[in-house]
């Protein structure tokens, strides 16, 4: 089945260490996002890339990074430098532009121990 | 940036009763998409619906995009209709998709 498939669905983080979660989706979408959201509150973009090899930040991307070296796959690092990073992480893809309709995967759960 | 304003923001209603939940936007926009979140955290895709009026089952939506608001019916609700339902907007000249804070509905059996 086509979709977009995030890995883990529960991540543990010990200060100072970075983690990567995993975004692969199938729809052979040329945009995708990551979000972040956190309890009780609404999604925010964190980066979003509309094409291979090129991506810009969203409107809160300090302490995270990205890369989008394959159209299928837009992995995201939580950096150490991000101070609060327990929030639950979505990513999501579009065919073309942000004004095509956004699939979003299950999403990944961060905590720090 | 366009704001996105849901109303309301809490609701709690008996099983089969119906709801309309209201989206208000503060420009115009070419991306209009209603997402319901379950307990579980997926957020489904309910409708895109920049302007016209679509329907799925119990559920519909209505965009009046020179009015700047949406609104999400659902009809004969059941306890699975609970959770938080999104509005999300991309105004034109913009490439990001903006999130109210969502409407959260509590299904009584």
């Known amino acids: 089945d086509g979709g977009i498939t995030q890995s883990p669905k529960y991540l543990f983080r010990k200060e100072g260490q970075n983690v990567t979660l995993s975004c692969e989706q199938n729809?052979?979408?040329?945009?995708m996002y990551w979000y972040r959201q956190d309890p009780g509150q609404g999604l925010r973009l964190i980066y979003y890339?509309?094409?291979?090899?090129?991506?810009q930040k969203g409107d809160i991307a300090e302490g995270y990074s990205v890369s989008r070296e394959k159209k299928e796959s837009f992995p995201l690092t939580v950096t150490s430098a991000q101070k609060n990073p327990t929030a639950f992480y979505l990513c999501?893809?579009?065919?073309?532009?942000?004004?095509?309709?956004?699939?979003f995967g299950d999403g990944t759960r961060l905590s720090i121990l | 940036g366009i704001q996105v304003e849901q109303s309301p923001p809490d609701l709690i209603l008996q099983e089969g009763a119906n709801s309309t939940l209201r989206c208000n936007f503060s420009?115009?926009?070419?991306?209009l998409q209603w997402f319901h979140q379950n307990p579980w955290g997926q957020l489904i895709n309910l409708f895109y619906?920049?302007?016209g009026t679509k329907q799925n089952g119990r559920l519909s939506a209505t965009t009046v995009a020179t009015e700047r608001y949406s609104l999400l019916y659902i009809s004969s609700s059941q306890t699975t209709d609970s959770g938080v339902y999104f509005c999300?907007?991309?105004?034109?000249?913009?490439?990001?998709?903006?999130f109210g804070t969502g409407t959260r509905l509590t299904i009584i059996p």
């Open positions: 999501a893809s579009s065919a073309d532009r942000s004004y095509q309709p956004q699939h």
């Open positions: 729809l052979n979408h040329d945009a």
């Open positions: 890339s509309q094409i291979v090899n090129d991506f």
């Open positions: 420009d115009s926009v070419n991306n």
């Open positions: 619906i920049p302007s």
């Open positions: 999300a907007v991309v105004g034109f000249g913009n490439e990001k998709l903006t």
